[in-house]
Nanobody, 121 residues
Framework: VQLQASGGGSVQAGGSLRLSCEASPKNLDITRMGWYRQAPGKEREFVALVRWNGRSTYYAASVKGRFTISLDTRENTLYLQMNSLKPEDTAVYYC???????????????WGQGTQVTVSS
């Protein structure tokens, strides 16, 4: 079981990035998936989650309206579209597979390796 995150990079404030998280094997159950992030010197925090075929989503207040989480079950890939990025969005972003629906880290039992997002002012 593996989650491979990609798509991070450096962008100026106001810009956009799209993160991807490919799950393997292809028949892995990804009906509960989430994104977390960890900024330097801070705890890892919840960003967004999606359940089932993308019909149920939930966002942290700090990203709601700017970020969109989505799921392509045919490709077994999770996405995070990030728009209107701010310097405070700078962090390592992790995708995770949930064992149950929730925002606590303990709700997730498989984690990707993380991808760096840097937003400059």
């Amino acid at each position: 079981v593996q989650l491979q995150a990609s798509g991070g990079g450096s962008v100026q404030a106001g810009g956009s990035l799209r993160l991807s998280c490919e799950a393997s094997p292809k028949n892995l159950d990804i009906t509960r998936m989430g994104w977390y992030r960890q900024a330097p010197g801070k705890e890892r925090e919840f960003v967004a989650l999606v359940r089932w075929n993308g019909r149920s989503t939930y966002y942290a207040a700090s990203v709601k309206g700017r970020f969109t989480i989505s799921l392509d079950t045919r490709e077994n890939t999770l996405y995070l579209q990030m728009n209107s990025l701010k310097p405070e969005d700078t962090a390592v972003y992790y995708c995770a597979k949930g064992s149950q629906y929730g925002t606590q880290q303990s709700d997730y039992n498989v984690w990707g390796q993380g991808t760096q997002v840097t937003v400059s002012s």
